[in-house]
């Protein structure tokens, strides 16, 4: 039984029930977005963009349908600014690779922060040591908030680039990308957006952050796993190189030079993801017919009812902000005297499954002077009753391990 109208849309239910509170880290998928990609591979299996004949044309108009869905998803002036990539990461260290080490130079600065996934921290790093750049960091106060002092200080006249992620993954707060960006580009800096937590709750556009590039993931708003989007600015992809080289991102080779394809076709060496691209168009499709107002609503009641749960125990203590509403469906939490993995591990016996670690953010967690921490994470297809259930179960984790409750 459940009081959420789309759990049904989800077969993963049926076929192994569960409470399911890491969506921060994947979404499940519904029936539609399994049904497109398996259309796509009995229909018009295909290599896009290669062959002359209607299996491929087939492929490559659907392959492009998808991008066009990509691009009015975010907001993108052109399908030609969207790049497919594997993933949020691969788009980043795209951004690194062909961008910030091929423009960069000594002496200027890179900014980020603190509370960035490895994924939007890394390849910025690589960058620097690559370039001669200095890397600099924004630090947030506890509920991860910066102050305007903070910004103006870190970003001015030798800042050539800005990562930043639109929402942590750890504290759930949203960034004042908006700002962050009208300062970098005061300065004439690019800023890149880590968009993999915000993509799947919140109505994004590009124009309004003032993005330059923003990436984000399929599997976390319910696509398939190893597809994902790099949007860019048209006249910065167009002096970039490519990321990598192979087939079909080339005009034409020869043994003594090479002229390579107009954009985005430049970024997608190789044979790409065409069903993945076709599915997760379908899980924005999906998205979009529910509405971010109706999802936003669960979120937040669902945010507010783990506040409620958690706050039972003086023992547990909640990472970031105290007001439910600003965490985006991710609470994040430490127990006094337990390790977050025996907290993972005491509620997956009972079917309740969190994360548990450092969340790819270990100078986060070193910043706000704990280990790791447990994570629960909620979407559209979660419920009170999955709240219920955590809560009964988690304020016993003390007591099953022989502690005071």
Known sequence: MTDNKYRTDFPIFENHPCVYLDSAATAQRPACVIEAEKEFYEKMNANPLRGLYDLSVKATDAYERARQEVASFIGAGSPEEIIFTRNTTESLNLVAYSYAMNFLKPGDEIVTTVMEHHSNMLPWRAAAEKTGAKLLYLEPDEEGNFTDDEIMTKINDRTGLVAIGHVSNVLGCENPVRKIADRAHRYGAVVVVDGAQSAPHMKVDINDLGADFFAFSGHKLMGPMGIGALYGKKDLLEKMPPFL??????????????TYADIPHKFEA?????????AMAAAIKYIQNIGFDEIRSIEDRLCEKLFEGLSRSSHIHIQGSKDPKKHNGIVSFIMDDVH?????????????????????AQPLMEYLKVQSTARASVYLYNDERDIAEFTEKILNVRRWLGLES
């Open 340 to 360: 977050p993995h025996d907290i993972a591990s005491i509620l997956d016996a009972d079917g309740i499954y969190i994360r548990a670690g450092h969340h790819c």
């Open 245 to 258: 080289s192979g087939g079909e991102m080339i005009e034409s080779v020869s043994l003594k030079g090479v």
């Open 270 to 278: 190789g044979t790409v993801n065409a069903a993945g691209a076709v």
